[in-house]
């Protein structure tokens, strides 16, 4: 008994000390529980453009919630670097999907990236993502220039461009963002064709891939720039047409006045019976971009 009235007191206390203890740990992870990406976002001047935006759309509150996001965030100077007037002629529906192509619904820090990835972004259109000793790049435009800004729900990559979906961008825009097509937009420049696919079309090009360039390297050195323009001429015809525009057989004239042959089976499609077309419909300003994996060779006389 006396045993008892010894222990007792020892106990009470014991007890009372991990109630604290409990209290307290349940107060310090409160207290220091991490920002979100949105509050991060909001105590950095440098993001207040893109703060207002995300306001502006009501982003705010899906970026300050639960999840797992990856944001490509812009600086004020990305945004005033956009042709004067771009952001106040947006709708609240253009502003949102170009914001949301910023975002990636997944964590992703810069030590996981491949030399090249195509990722979807919440607006379910594609980014081109190139990583390598210059850094890491976003659409061949954005270069990241402060990476893996950790947050309670994700973390931010900071880029010095805002990269824009394919319907604000050209023919030309719209292939230089693509990793993939890099052969593609060398030969155009070397052609000095920019300018003439930069015009107000519509133009429907059919773009070789990189892979489809390096199967005709030893006849592409061989090309005079002049050869060079008659075929790249040959994968542009004038007008817009979509994959829903086709037609099971049908011939269409290039710009360089040759014809091409278009078939479309079983829900596939090829040009000149042999180059596939593997991706349709990437619509920008000026007309729309059909990728294809053979190039095409116009014929001789």
Do not use: W
């Not at 253009?94 to 030399?115: N, R, T």
């Not at 220039?145 to 947050?151: G, H, K, Q, V």
């Amino acid at each position: 008994m006396n045993n008892m009235k010894s222990i007792l007191p020892l106990f009470v206390l014991a007890f009372a000390l991990v109630l604290n203890a409990c209290s307290d740990d349940s107060t310090t992870g409160s207290d220091t529980q991490d920002p979100s990406i949105t509050e991060i976002a909001a105590i950095n001047a440098q993001f207040s453009t893109l703060v207002g935006a995300l306001q502006a759309t009501g982003l705010d509150a899906a970026l300050d919630g639960d999840g797992e996001f990856t944001v490509f965030a812009p600086t004020n100077d990305a945004f005033d670097a956009l042709p004067e007037g771009t952001l106040e002629s947006l709708t609240d529906e253009q502003l949102e999907s170009i914001l949301l192509y910023h975002v990636i619904g997944a964590e992703v820090f810069s030590g996981q990236l491949d030399a090249r990835q195509t990722v979807e972004t919440l607006n379910g259109e594609e980014i081109f993502i190139t990583s390598g000793n210059s850094g890491v790049s976003v659409n061949g435009s954005a270069s990241v220039t402060s990476a893996d800004i950790e947050a309670r729900n994700g973390v931010i990559h900071v880029i010095n461009s805002v990269i824009l979906p394919d319907a604000y961008g050209t023919i030309v825009d719209n292939a230089a963002k693509r990793y993939f097509l890099s052969a593609l937009v060398d030969a155009v420049i070397q052609a000095d064709l920019v300018d003439a696919l930069l015009g107000e079309g519509p133009f429907t090009v059919f773009a070789p891939t990189d892979d489809a360039f390096a199967a005709i390297a030893g006849v592409a050195s061989e090309l005079t720039v002049e050869e060079l323009t008659d075929v790249l001429l040959y994968h542009v015809i004038q007008g817009e047409v979509l994959s829903s525009d086709l037609q099971p057989t049908q011939q269409v004239t290039a710009l360089n006045g040759a014809s091409l042959t278009i078939e479309v089976s079983g829900g596939s499609a090829t040009v000149n019976g042999s180059s596939g077309i593997t991706i349709v419909d990437i619509q920008g300003t000026n007309g729309v971009i059909h990728v294809i994996d053979q190039v095409l060779l116009p014929p001789t006389e």
